[in-house]
């Protein structure tokens, strides 16, 4: 069903590479939890004033212990004073610490909030996307940017987000407190971490493109792994172990050259901060005995100023930690928001008309289609037929002439690029896709299975059916005796590890056809992985499922559509026979040269 026809390796375009516009889109989507994040941010602010206005008690602290050191003559201890004030610090300290607690708890509980909304666009958008982005995307990246890249974010914004917040909240207000407590040291403390802030901004800018990359690489590696274990079996027929082995090495090799670049640069900012921090201190201590030296300040000014710097320059370094782990979200973000920015298949909200299947006649008419998955390379050229209500069509051709392309084309897959298609006179123009898909049952050369048991995969998405409807199917399938040697009957879990033949697999999903009561039926290939003796059984079964529903069969085997009412003979995306087998077969044709060469010895 899914016809690649685009290049896989195609990176989508106009990919923002700049920190700050993927911050500003982070930040637009976190809109709707605004409230959430105002709240976290006041706790924050207010966690940073109560542990910002510590140190100046502080200051009264020392100020009060040197009168009994015999620092300041002529006066004396007051413990009343001391007990005072170490009661009201410790009630500072211990609200500071609640209010940053109660942040931390918002802004994580934020972050699990926007993960969960994040995921569940992505699981709607899916539903949305036309199949052409599937074509040329590699499931496994795609995977990657719904499971690793949102776990980044959210991880990120858990951790970093809330920190961010805080200390900046820290750092303005110790900036104020020392502005107020003495302006000379403050432009001192503040002028040597301007020097780390300018550090910190040039590491940003030259580590962003390596975190880019660690995602970019991360998708290719997590798409070959998904490759290579969905296709195992091929893998160690054609001994392509080595192969295999060796494209792993060289993405994980570029993964881990992405990954080591990224963290080396962002892992500068800490020995920086801590330099610059160090260095406040001693500016600090300098200027302050000066000061003292002059009688311009008191010694517990320098005391609290030695608190203030600690304040202002540790949260430095944690913002610059921070600032390493949101580079890891702008990233990640990125390649989510682009998934979520992808064009998505025509809008539908203004088709009204709903249709009942139970009242569909079963008319089907192709009118001069054209299709192509490029826009400059047709695939459909001019398609025409048209299919009377129970009738039985086959459709016939070399690989390649377009049979599967139709068949994606009527169930609304693909948009036509002309033409039309309508289902007793109505143009699937005019039908939603959900009506369109209500209308068919579908039986695909591909089996699907997956993890639950054998009733759960025969009645999929139906409800109310028995396991005695069950088992009549699967009787008339002749999965009957299959069942009956399964432990738990109907009710056995498989999955597609499971050691099921082709054959079972196949005989599954024909007998989950036969459970929808559908006026169309579309069998593709549907008995190409069953043996001859076996397929005589489906074969009987088709033709009673297909009384009183007009089918389309995509068949390589034309032994198996000798009895079909009209046979249309597909090449090139163009029908150039139509009739019977018989009619056919007298017009010794293309048709008649493609049934005897699959006889010829």
Not at 209 to 225: P, T, V
């Amino acid at each position: 069903m899914f016809n690649g026809k685009g290049n896989r390796n195609e990176q989508p375009k106009n990919m923002s590479k700049n920190f700050g516009n993927a911050m500003r889109r982070l930040f637009k989507e976190l809109h709707n939890l605004k409230l959430l994040v105002l709240l976290g941010i006041l706790f924050a602010v207010g966690g940073s004033i109560l542990t910002i206005i510590a140190p100046g008690y502080i200051a009264d602290l020392a100020d009060e212990i040197s009168k009994g050191l015999g620092l300041i003559p002529g006066s004396s201890i007051d413990f009343n004073i001391i007990h005072g004030i170490m009661i009201l610090m410790i009630i500072l300290y211990a609200s500071a610490a609640i209010l940053e607690l109660g942040e931390g708890l918002i802004m994580s509980h934020v972050s699990n909030i926007f993960a969960k909304d994040l995921r569940e666009r992505i699981s709607k958008k899916i539903n949305r996307l036309p199949l052409r982005y599937f074509d040329k995307n590699q499931t496994g990246d795609i995977l990657s940017r719904v499971t690793n890249d949102v776990d980044t974010v959210s991880t990120s914004l858990s951790n970093s987000l809330s920190t961010i917040i805080s200390e900046a909240a820290l750092m303005v207000g110790v900036a104020v407190m020392m502005f107020i407590t003495n302006w000379i040291m403050a432009l001192v403390a503040v002028g040597a971490s301007l020097v780390g802030f300018l550090g910190m901004g040039t590491i940003l800018k030259k580590s962003q493109k390596y975190f880019e990359m660690r995602q970019k690489e991360l998708g290719k590696l997590n798409a070959h792994i998904e490759e290579i274990y969905s296709g195992l079996n091929i893998v160690k027929a054609y001994n392509g172990k080595a192969e295999s082995d060796r494209k792993f090495d060289q993405l994980n090799k570029r993964v881990y050259i992405a990954n080591q670049r990224s963290q080396f640069l962002s892992g500068l900012m800490h020995p920086i901060m801590a330099f610059i921090g160090n260095f406040g201190y001693v500016a600090v201590c300098v200027t302050g005995a000066l000061f003292t030296a002059n009688n311009v300040i008191t010694f517990g000014v320098i005391v609290a100023f030695i608190s203030y710097v600690r304040l202002f320059t540790s949260p430095l370094s944690r913002i610059a930690q921070s600032m390493t782990n949101l580079q890891s979200a702008a990233a990640a973000s990125e390649r989510v928001f682009e998934f979520i920015d992808e064009e998505e298949m025509s809008a539908e909200d203004n088709i009204k008309q709903h249709v009942d299947k139970e009242k569909i006649r079963g008319d089907i008419e192709f009118d001069h289609v054209k299709f192509g998955y490029d826009s400059d390379k047709l695939i459909i050229k001019d398609f025409s037929a048209k299919a009377k209500a129970g009738q039985k069509i086959a459709i016939v051709g070399p690989t390649g002439a377009g049979k599967t392309t139709m068949v994606n084309l009527l169930m609304k897959f693909y948009d036509i690029d002309s033409g039309e298609i309508r289902i007793d006179g109505i143009s699937t123009r005019e039908m939603t896709r959900e009506d369109i898909h209500s209308l068919f049952t579908m039986v695909l050369q591909d089996t699907w299975m997956f993890a639950g048991s054998v009733r759960d995969n025969i009645v999929y998405n139906r409800r109310g059916i028995s396991d005695e409807e069950v088992m009549k199917i699967c009787k008339t399938v002749g999965l009957s005796h299959f069942i009956k040697t399964l432990p738990d009957g109907l009710s056995t879990d498989i999955s597609e590890n499971d050691s099921i033949s082709a054959g079972q697999k196949q005989l599954l999903t024909i007998a989950r056809g036969m459970v929808e009561d559908a006026p169309f039926l579309i069998l593709d290939e549907a008995t190409s992985n069953v043996d001859t003796r076996t397929e005589e059984l489906v074969q009987k079964a088709m033709d009673k499922l297909m009384e009183g529903r007009t089918s389309f069969i995509i068949a390589h085997r034309l032994s198996t559509i000798k009895n079909a009412d009209l046979i249309l003979v597909m090449n090139e995306g163009n029908i150039i026979e139509t009739g019977n087998h018989k009619e056919l077969m007298k017009k010794n044709g293309f048709y008649a040269e493609l049934y005897n060469s699959q006889f010829a010895l």
